[in-house]
């Protein structure tokens, strides 16, 4: 902790010092600076002066200000801070953490928030999420999901990129037209980050791989656009005993909610739509259109609603389903409770079989 007889504390937050100490810097983190100072002069007689430390000289200079009179040596801050330190290739020792370097500093303003922090950041990094199409809702989810440090994504997804995918889906670029949407995706989520591993599946979700693509993850994200998956995604989340995070949009409107069945009490979407709209009731977005920037809102709240479950912070948006109306920008939650009719996501009547969705929802 000494050079020569000098001493030197490390004002900074504990998020900050993960990073990266001054190598023999002794951190004044979670208590105050009056306590530390006494603890270094005590343990340590014979110094000269203390030096302070921060990230860039500011609060250091701002603290020596403050405390010079209080202390029996001479207070000095280090100019330039941490930065100018490293710069000169002073030596600098790492804190003990199970995040890597690289992640301590991508992550620096999660480890900021006292809801996350280092714990939290190590249960985003341990995380498997299932994301089903790469598509306008999918593409925000899997960006932010990515970005948030989520330590394996999958993605599902059977289509090619197309034009017309363009004025939404921003995983995509112009270059991978007539490319598989799955591995455009890993490329474009590869490129946000390379400390996450990102898994592309070319395949639709059906009856016959749907658990082998659940199973493994902790939630999943439905980004799909279309009834039989919907309900495929509904009824193999409470078999398996997952979560389902769901986005629809359709012109200048959307809608979120969050499906957590299995104990008899929340709802599934079996409960909120028992039966699918009638064939043209509910026209897709190539019929219908949709404003681009719409799914970006929805997939960006998806992500939200994600990001808390796998944190386990904030309050769920099971048992509602939130609307959102670009036109007016106004949001409304409708509550939604358990269809006590509903033999789906009732415990004593487990799935024991997937039935035929382009059946039950009269697609041809």
């Known amino acids: 902790m000494r050079r020569g007889r000098l001493a030197i504390i490390d004002v900074r937050k504990r998020h900050e010092q993960l990073t990266g100490m001054a190598s023999g810097s002794r951190s004044s983190a979670g208590r105050s600076l009056a306590e530390t100072l006494d603890e270094v002069l005590a343990d340590h007689t014979g110094i000269d002066s203390i030096a302070l430390i921060c990230e860039r000289g500011n609060r250091s200079a701002r603290a020596c200000a403050a405390f010079d009179e209080r202390c029996r ?39 900021a928030l006292a809801d996350i922090g280092e714990a939290g950041q190590l249960r985003l990094k341990r995380a498997r999420v299932l994301v089903v199409g790469a598509g306008g809702l999918g593409s925000p989810c899997a960006m932010y999901l990515a970005a948030a440090g989520i330590g394996q994504l999958d993605i599902v997804d059977a289509d090619t990129v197309e034009l017309s995918n363009l004025q939404r889906q921003l995983l995509h670029a112009e270059r991978q037209v007539g490319d598989p949407k799955a591995d455009s995706a890993r490329a474009r989520l590869a490129g946000i980050n390379s400390d996450i591993e990102i898994r592309a599946h070319r395949c639709r979700l059906q009856r016959d791989n749907v658990e082998d693509l659940l199973e493994p993850c902790s939630l999943v994200i439905d980004g799909s656009d279309n009834f039989p998956t919907r309900y495929l995604i509904n009824d193999a989340c409470i078999r398996l005993g997952r979560t389902m995070v769901y986005g629809a949009v359709e012109r200048f409107t959307g ?23 009638a064939p043209g009731d509910a026209p897709d ?6 404003l681009g920037v719409l799914p ?6 998806q992500a939200v609603e994600a990001l808390k479950l796998v944190l386990g912070i904030g309050t769920e948006l099971t048992g509602s389903l939130l609307h959102y109306d670009a036109l007016s920008s106004a949001f409304r939650h409708t509550r939604v409770a358990r269809d006590p009719a509903c033999r ?14 382009e059946k039950f929802c009269a697609v041809t």
């Not at 969050?258 to 039966?275: E, H, I, K, T």
């Not at 789906?344 to 969705?357: S, V």
């Open 73 to 111: 040596v001479p207070l000095l801050s280090v100019q330039g801070g941490m930065q100018a330190w490293a710069a000169q290739d002073l030596p600098v020792t790492l804190p003990p953490s199970e995040l890597s370097l690289s992640e301590r500093q991508r992550y620096l303003r999660h480890l």
């Open 255 to 277: 809608q979120l909610g969050v499906f957590r069945p299995g104990d008899g009490v929340q709802p599934c979407y079996r409960c909120l739509f028992p039966r699918p709209p």
């Open 285 to 290: 977005c190539a019929e219908a259109g949709v």
């Open 296 to 301: 970006g809102v929805i997939g960006t709240l």
């Open 344 to 357: 789906w996501c009732d415990p004593a009547w487990p799935i024991e079989r997937y039935p035929d969705y």
